[in-house]
Nanobody, 127 residues
Framework: QAQLVESGGGLVQAGGSLKLSCAAS????????MGWFRQAPGQEREYVAV????????YYTETVKGRFTISRDNAKNTVFLQMNNLKPEDTAVYYC????????????????????WGQGTQVTVSS
C-alpha cells in the first residue's frame, strides 16, 4: 500500500496562487495515474485533475482549466498541482490519490477507482 502525503495548502486571497505537492512512498509503490480531488464543506468530493505517470497525459475538470496545472516528477514519485487565479469557490480540502487501473479519461474522474489516498490539505481562498 502506498503512502501519499500532501503539502502546500494554506490561506490565500482571491487571485492568488498556491502549489500543492503529493509525495508517494512505499516499498512496492506502483501507480498508473495520480489524481487531485477536493471536498468543500457540505459537498461531495469532486475530481479536479489527473496525470498519467507514463507520458504525462493530463485531464482537468472544466472549472479549473486554464488556472490549474498538474505535473509530476517521476524520479521522486511526486505530483504537483499549481493553482493560479484562485477563487473563493476553490476553497476545499484537497486530496491526492493513486490508481493502478489503466482506464481512460472518463473513468479516471471517478474517485471510487483510486486505491490510495492522502490525508488532505486545506486550501482557503478569501474574497
Amino acid at each position: 500500500q502506498a503512502q501519499l502525503v500532501e503539502s502546500g495548502g494554506g490561506l490565500v486571497q482571491a487571485g492568488g496562487s498556491l502549489k500543492l505537492s503529493c509525495a508517494a512512498s512505499g516499498r512496492t509503490f506502483s501507480s498508473y495515474a495520480m489524481g487531485w480531488f477536493r471536498q468543500a464543506p457540505g459537498q461531495e468530493r469532486e475530481y479536479v485533475a489527473v496525470i498519467v505517470w507514463s507520458g504525462g497525459t493530463t485531464y482537468y475538470t472544466e472549472t479549473v482549466k486554464g488556472r490549474f496545472t498538474i505535473s509530476r516528477d517521476n524520479a521522486k514519485n511526486t505530483v504537483f498541482l499549481q493553482m493560479n487565479n484562485l477563487k473563493p469557490e476553490d476553497t476545499a480540502v484537497y486530496y491526492c490519490a493513486s490508481t493502478k487501473r489503466p482506464f481512460g479519461a472518463a473513468w479516471l474522474r471517478l474517485d471510487s477507482l483510486y486505491d490510495d489516498w492522502g490525508q488532505g490539505t486545506q486550501v482557503t481562498v478569501s474574497s
